[in-house]
Every structure is written in C-alpha cells, then in structure tokens.
C-alpha cells in the first residue's frame, strides 16, 4: 500500500495540473499539511470559483494586507460564518443570473474553515447552510485545534493531545474528549455528498473534490490537515504522519455519496496507533493505558464505519 | 402618479422592498419585526417579487448571508429587531467596513434584561458606531420611502455604504396608515439596477476582507472614516430627487416651529409626532417652543442641528435608551458635542422615556418641558417612573 502511493506520487506534478489559484509566497509555517491540502482543493476547483474563508491560520496566512495569495475571488468576514457567507454569494449568483444581472454560468462556491470554525463556533451556520440546500462546497481543513491563536483545544482535538488550553498537567493529562465526529454531523443532513480526505493522499483528495463540486447541492469535505507547529512533529514528517493516521484507523478515508458509505482506502489490516502518536510531541505524555484506551476506540469505530458501509451498499 | 392606500406599515415596507426589485432577501423572525418578513416570504412564493429568500437558522446568519449576497453584487435586504440586532452586531461592523451596501430595516425594540418585546431604542444605540448610514422615520410613509431612498444612496458608487431605517415597533410596525405607494415607473426611474465597482465574480477576481496588519490598519480605517463623513451630500442628494419626484422632501433635521424659539425639544422616530401636539399646546399658551426631530442619526449633522437650534436656550433632549454610567442618553452626548464648540450655547436637559414601550403623551412632553426650564442646570433624568 505504501510503496504503492509512494509510487503515485513521483507521477503527481504530471498528472496534476499546473495552474495555481492559491499563489506561493503566503506565510504558512514550513511543512504546513493544511496550505497544501488548501492548494490542491483550489487547484481543482479551478478559475470559476468564488472562496468564503472563515478566519483561521488560512485566512491570515494569505491576505496579509496589501498582498494576497488569492487569484481566486475570495472574501473574509468572520469566524464562525463562513457557510453563510457561502450561502449569500450563492443565493446571490442564482437570483442574478435568474433576473437577468448576470450571464448564466457555472460557478462554484466554496466554504471553508478550520476544525474550530467548523465544528465549534461555526457549527449552527455550517448546520442552517446544509440543510437549506445550496449549492456549495464545504471544507474543513481539521488540523485538530485552534491554531491560528496558539494551539487551544477544540471539539475536534483528540483524546490526550496536549494543547495550550488541555495541558497535559500534572491531573489531566491532555484532552479528557474524543474528538467530535463531523463528517458523520454532515452525514446526518442527508447532504448529497461528504467525504474525508488527507493531502497524504492528493488524488483521493483531488477526486473527492471534483465530485463535490460537480454534485449539486451542499457538499462537505473533511480534510485531516498535519500541523506540525501545533502537533509538535518535524515539518518533514508531516506527510508521512497524514499516512499513518489513515494507515493506523484513527483517520479513516471514506465517502457518502448520496447516503451510501465507500471506503477510499480500505485497509485489510490497521497499524497501531502508537505509530502515530509516538512521532507527535502532543502526545508524549500518554501512559500504555492511554494508548491502549485509544487503540480499543479506534478500533471500535472503524467497525462501526465498516458495517455502514455493509449497510448502505446491501441490496 | 402614485396610489393612496390604507394599510399596515410593516406590509408597506414589505411592498417598497419589491418594487425596488431586491435580489436577495435573508433575515430570521423577531417581534416586532415579523410582519415584514413574513410579506415578504409571500410575494416571493406567490411569484410576485423574483428574489432569494433565503430562511437563515439566527441573525448572524442573515447578515452574513448579506454580506456574501452584497459581494456577489446582488441587492440586499434584511430586517431585524433587538436581539436579533445584537446577535448580527459582530457582522454588522464588518460589512460596513467591507463597503457592502445593503438595506436594513430596524424595528426598534428594547434589549434584554429584562425582556421586553417593546418599543425604545436601545438596539439601535448599541451599534451606534458601526459605520452604517442611519436614519429614523416617524410614520408609514417615511419608511416606504426610504426604502427606495436607502437603497440608491447606499448603492451609489459614491458612498457604498450600507443603510439602516429606524422604525419604531409596534407603534409603527404594527398600525394602519394611509400611504402613498408610488407606480413602478417612478421607483424604475428612481432608482436604477445596482451596479457594483467590485463584486466577487471569476472575470476580475478579488480579495475581499484581508488581514490588516498594524502597518496599514490605520490608513484603512482613516480611508473609511474619510469615505463616510462624505456620505453627507450623496445622502442629500438623494433626498432631494426623491422630493423632486414625489414631492415630498426630507431632511437631516426635521423641524417644527423653531422660528424665535426660546425652548427647543429634541426627538428621534415616532415621538415627534406627539411631541408636534405638545408643541402646538406650549404655542397656544404663548410659550416660544419648538421641535427638532433627529431624522439623520449617522453621519450626524452637526451643522444643521447647530442651525435648527440657533437662538434657543433652552434644548430639552429626549432619550429613548440610556448610556449607563455616560453623561445621560446616547442623543443628548451627541448634542452636547455639536453644541460644545459654540461661544453660547444653550443649556442642555435631558429626559430618557418610553422605555420598552412606555406611553409618552403629548403631555408629558408639556410636563417636561415645564421641568426643564423650572430646575438650573444640566442633568438627565428617567422620566414617568412609578414610585
Ligand atoms: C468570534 C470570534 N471568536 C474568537 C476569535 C479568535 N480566533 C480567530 S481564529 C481562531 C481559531 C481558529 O481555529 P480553527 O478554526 O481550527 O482554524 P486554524 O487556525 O486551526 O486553521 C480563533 C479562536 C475570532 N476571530 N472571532
Ligand atoms: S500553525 Fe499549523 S496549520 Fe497554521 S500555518 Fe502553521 S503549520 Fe499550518
Ligand atoms: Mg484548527
């Protein structure tokens, strides 16, 4: 399996289209995971497309005034409203191009957010947006906090990690919460499309992108994006940690297209987590009881995920 | 020509925003507001005003629906109430510092605590400052009129700015008038299709809502600050062709019997109108007493509420919100700056009243008026308590 992707990516810059429409020269740290998941989504989503960023290390790191990395249409305006926003330039082509303001044409539209602007503070705007039906599509680049205000913990940290607002203290150590599921919270909206994604894995990636876009209606894509400020792992190491999180179960590859599960990456057998969270400096702390705590929730929900996968394609 | 109607102002103001064929409509029910919005969810499913209504899940939402609605270059309403405000209030900055024009609609009513779905003005008074043009109508048909007048003073190139009309709950929302709608051809001529300067469109893409580092921070906001103190023509502007074509004229201070006035009352919305029976009592009894009604509240118009009140004593400011621990009503800090620059000036009395929908009657106003020129001084009172 390994070998085999590695393979994959030698051909990458052959098979990929050159064209970038998030620009170099931005100001994300060496290694960042999430810039380059960013880059590959809007390398996809090509020329016609309008951006409604949340604010988060996305957003600071490519419009530092008078520069942007942009050569998209793109707008900030908050936090916690980047899936309104979205729903607005949405509503506001349709009933443009209905009356006449606008000539007909496709083009898409794209939220996105972090894990906190997500599945924290933006949940109710991202929940309302879904369940209205535009037509969009939605990523959360879940690097599993908060990152652009220094590594606080969020729904989405997972159990144990050491973060600046879950310590691991002398008490607690770290995180006391599973991360929250939110591709499943999006799955529950009976959207027409969402998916999990790595930029571990660039063509999956790539493919689930341009299938949310081509769907209509809301699409929600959940991105595992490898901090390695905030996960305190070497930048070099931050593919490989995006691997391993699949490899290992704890970040399972998969789509629901139209309610019905597929696993992206089936895996005949995991790795153990400790592969994972021994390279991360977040999880130093974590006794053998801890990981083995992990290790029995990981392998629970990928059987979980397994069986919806049986359920959704009997028949 | 225009037609005469009896009918309920929030529908009033509903009929305005379809005849200025708004695009996009995003707003969440709040009392005293709903009767607007829920008119409009019916001319738009009954196919009567082609637009997006888009049902947003908070006030947060609507506005944020409106500032992406606003970027993508299509006309935009909303209209709130209170809370609803104070939900939207973060976006609400935002968006007029993104130079979004857009229309809102505000029914005043009170904040919490402790509930009250009543009519005073401590909504709109908690974003005082947040950079939209504001202004503050005393009847049905001001408020039908500013809709057109909102939208093409906000949309012009000039300004961009976004537009809030104040509309007092319940006291107006809520009653019948009679009402001059105008034809569709006037309102077409009147105000023309929106066209932005910049929208969010693959042809010329842009970069809207940037990170602003401390060394360009500043020039940003002094350029909005710039941009919004010169609003004040395009704003007269107009108004004026709004009269022109209606004959109706509005103006940024509305006054009434201020000639050789001595005493001069100062109002904001709907009270004017009773104050304007006080007025004509305190005139009956030989008293030089005048009104001057707050009509513009941002950008204020400081040069001509200086000109309305020349030669007054005495200027007795009414408040419908207090400014807790400030120096008396957020109406009353504003007048007393405007006057602060004057060699004389008058000396200033303010009364905060109607609270959450606390009756004023014309002779309460005569009471206050008595009140102030009988105690020396400068202070501020909560008028009407029950002991
Ligand atoms: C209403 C509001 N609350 C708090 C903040 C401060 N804030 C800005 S970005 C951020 C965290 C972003 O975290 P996430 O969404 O996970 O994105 P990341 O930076 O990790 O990519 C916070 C707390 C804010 N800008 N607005
Ligand atoms: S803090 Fe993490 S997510 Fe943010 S730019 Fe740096 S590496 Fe990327
Ligand atoms: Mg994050």
């Not at chain 1, 991360?179 to 493919?207: G, Q, R, W």
């Not at chain 2, 006309?75 to 857009?102: D, H, K």
């Not at chain 2, 000036?345 to 905060?352: K, L, S, T």
Request: net charge negative.
């Amino acid at each position: 399996m390994d070998k085999f992707l590695d393979r994959l990516n030698i051909y990458a810059s052959r098979l990929v289209l050159q064209k970038e429409y998030l620009m170099p020269g931005h100001r994300a740290c060496q290694g960042c995971a999430e810039v380059l998941a960013l880059r590959l989504v809007a390398k996809v989503l090509g020329r016609n497309n309008i951006i409604a960023s949340a604010t988060g290390c996305m957003e600071i790191v490519s419009s530092p005034l008078p520069l942007t990395s942009w050569n998209v249409p793109w707008i900030h305006v908050a936090f916690e409203n980047a899936a309104a926003v979205a729903s607005g330039i949405e509503a506001g082509l349709k009933a443009l191009m209905r009356k006449g303001g606008l000539p007909q044409q496709k083009i898409n539209v794209m939220a996105m957010a972090g894990d906190g602007g997500t599945s924290d503070i933006g949940l109710q705007a991202l929940s309302g947006a879904m369940e209205r039906g535009h037509d969009f599509v939605y990523v959360c680049f879940d690097n599993e906090a908060y990152m652009n205000t220094g590594i606080q913990r969020s729904s989405s940290t997972p159990f144990g990690a050491s973060t600046t607002t879950s310590p691991a203290g002398k008490v607690v150590p770290g995180q006391t919460t599973w991360k929250k599921n939110m591709p499943e919270i999006a799955a529950a909206h009976n959207i027409p499309y969402v998916a999990t994604a790595c930029p571990s894995y660039p063509f999956d990636l790539m493919e689930k992108v341009k299938k949310a876009a081509d769907i209509e209606g809301p699409a929600y894509i959940h991105i595992l994006s490898v901090c390695p400020t905030g996960w305190r792992l070497p930048p070099q190491l931050a593919i490989h940690a995006g691997r391993l999180a699949v490899e290992t179960g704890i970040f399972p590859l998969y789509e629901v297209e139209r309610g019905k599960y597929r696993l992206s990456v089936d895996l005949p057998e995991l790795r153990p987590v400790e592969e994972y969270l021994k390279i991360q400096g977040r999880f130093r702390h974590l006794t053998p009881e801890m990981i083995d705590k992990i290790q029995q929730r990981v392998l629970e929900e990928y059987e979980k995920l397994k069986k919806k996968v049986e359920m959704t394609n009997e028949g | 020509m225009a037609t005469r109607v009896g009918i309920e102002v929030s529908i009033a103001a509903a009929e305005a925003v379809k005849q200025a064929n708004t695009d996009v409509i995003a707003a969440y029910p709040i009392t005293p507001q709903t009767h607007i919005v829920e008119h409009l969810s019916e001319l738009v499913n009954n196919g009567e005003l082609d637009a997006e209504f888009v049902p947003v899940e908070s006030e947060h939402s609507a506005m944020s629906v409106c500032s992406g609605s606003s970027a993508a270059g299509a006309r935009t309403f909303t209209c709130t109430s209170s809370q609803g405000l104070a939900l939207m209030s973060e976006i609400v900055y935002a968006v007029s510092s993104l130079r979004l024009p857009m229309l809102m609609i505000l029914a005043n009513r009170s904040l919490n605590s402790p509930l009250s779905i009543w009519n005073d003005h401590s909504d709109v008074m908690s974003i005082r400052d947040c950079g939209w043009i504001q202004v503050f109508v005393e009847n049905g048909q001001e408020v039908y009129d500013h809709v057109f007048i909102g939208y093409r003073v906000a949309e012009d190139r000039n300004v961009l700015t976004p537009f809030i009309i104040n509309l007092d709950g319940f006291v107006l929302t809520h009653v019948i008038e009679p009402i001059e709608m105008l034809d569709q051809e006037m309102v077409d001529r009147y105000l023309p299709p929106y066209q932005p300067l910049y929208r969010l469109h693959p042809n010329q893409p842009v970069s809207i809502g940037c990170f602003g580092p401390p060394v360009l921070f500043t020039e940003t906001k002094r350029a909005q600050d710039e941009a919004f103190n010169s609003t004040m023509p395009h704003i007269l502007k107009g108004w004026q062709e709004f009269g022109d074509l209606t004959g109706r004229y509005y103006h940024p201070v509305e006054t009434y019997k201020t000639e050789e006035a001595k005493v001069i009352v100062v109002t904001q919305g709907s009270l004017g109108e009773t104050a304007s029976i006080a007025i004509d009592t305190l005139r009956g009894e030989g008293e030089p007493v005048g009104l001057v009604s707050i009509r513009l509240w941002r950008p204020f118009p400081f040069e001509e509420f200086r000109e309305a009140v020349k030669g007054a004593e005495l200027v007795v400011v009414m408040d419908r919100a207090i400014s807790y621990g400030g120096p008396g009503g957020p109406l009353a800090g504003e007048i007393r700056a405007a006057l602060y620059s004057q060699e004389v000036h008058p000396r200033v009395v303010n009364f905060i009243i109607g609270l959450g929908g606390r009756d004023v009657a014309p002779d309460d106003f005569v009471q206050m008026v008595q009140q102030a020129k009988a105690r020396p001084g400068e202070w501020y009172e909560i008028y009407g308590v029950r002991e």
